[in-house]
């Protein structure tokens, strides 16, 4: 049971909007930054989304990230079929004093 | 530009030690925070440690000590030791760059907690 909550899929068609929610507590999101991970099939996860919404050098701006109090959704706009992958949020922990990670959400593009 | 191969024995025995190290390339293992985190089907992603390389290390508790980190400034690795292992601890594992947000990883190893 993974301490941040994420639905475990989530589905667009090319060209559209999707959303991928991350919910945690006081004692991560609610007090810390969150950061996204994009994960292929067979590879390592990448960072995505650092400090809620800022895009590392080479992700394009279709992708971007939004928080609110406890919660925090990542949006693609555009969607390519190239963005069919694994999603991860993450956020600092007071009561483990460490990074935790959301369940991961698996994207299907149709 | 900073890469990272992890490196070590893919299979371990359990009650035996896993010990994996973390190569970094393109830059120096003093410049960053190393982190290591593992990916289990039934866990996901389980963050089991950080170290810089002027000594400060921290690990998750729910290793109960078991695991111990160290950086060698000679060899530019880092490198991780998980003792007493079971087969709860087969997973991919993943050295990377940071602590609070890891903007470099490696491709990660497979470890098989078997006999």
């Known amino acids: 049971q993974s301490v941040l909550t994420q639905p475990p899929s989530a589905s667009g068609t090319p060209g559209q909007r999707v959303t991928i929610s991350c919910s945690g507590s006081s004692s991560n999101i609610g007090g810390h930054s969150v950061h996204w991970y994009q994960q292929l099939p067979g590879t390592a996860p990448r960072l995505l989304i650092y400090?809620?919404?800022h895009r590392p050098s080479g992700v394009p701006d279709r992708f971007s990230g939004s928080k609110s109090g406890t919660s925090v959704s990542l949006a693609i706009s555009g969607l390519l079929s190239e963005d069919e992958a694994d999603y991860f949020c993450?956020?600092?922990?007071?009561?483990?004093?460490?990074?935790?990670f959301g369940g991961g959400t698996k994207l299907t593009v149709l | 530009q900073v890469q990272l191969q992890e490196a070590g024995p893919r299979l371990v025995k359990p009650s035996e030690t896993l010990s994996l190290n973390c190569t970094v390339s393109g830059g120096s293992v003093t410049s960053s925070f190393w982190t290591w985190i593992r990916q289990s089907p039934g866990k996901g992603l389980e963050w089991i440690g950080y170290?810089?390389?002027?000594?400060?290390?921290d690990t998750n508790p729910s290793l109960k000590s078991r695991a111990t980190m160290s950086v060698d400034t000679s060899k530019n690795h880092v490198s991780l030791r998980l003792s007493s292992v079971t087969a709860a601890d087969t997973a991919f594992y993943y050295c990377a760059a940071g602590n609070f947000f890891f903007d470099k990883w490696g491709p990660g190893t497979f470890i098989t907690v078997s006999s």
């Open positions: 993450s956020a600092w922990d007071d009561s483990l004093n460490g990074p935790v």
């Open positions: 170290i810089y390389y002027g000594g400060r290390t």
């Open positions: 400090s809620n919404n």
